[in-house]
């Protein structure tokens, strides 16, 4: 690979920063109270599982 000079990596760099799209705030934002309620979701779900999994082998425990 051939290398190139600082100033020129700078100037692939800024055009490559010109071609990013970013969000508008409202995508943001949007996006932002998605991931929150799918960590709340996801959360209440885990701890179901964690609590049915803790009784499941308290009960098999008491067996012995």
């Known amino acids: ?3 190139i000079s600082p100033g020129e990596f700078m ?3 800024q055009a490559e920063a010109r071609k ?3 969000p508008s ?3 943001t934002v949007t ?3 998605f991931v929150g309620i799918m960590m709340v ?3 209440l779900f885990f701890l179901g599982i ?3 999994f803790g009784k499941a082998v308290q009960w098999l ?3 012995v």
């Open 1 to 3: 690979m051939a290398k």
């Open 11 to 13: 100037r692939q760099v």
């Open 20 to 22: 990013v799209v970013w």
């Open 25 to 27: 705030r409202q995508e």
């Open 31 to 33: 996006t932002a109270i």
């Open 41 to 43: 979701i996801l959360a």
């Open 50 to 52: 964690d609590t049915l």
């Open 61 to 63: 425990l008491s067996l």
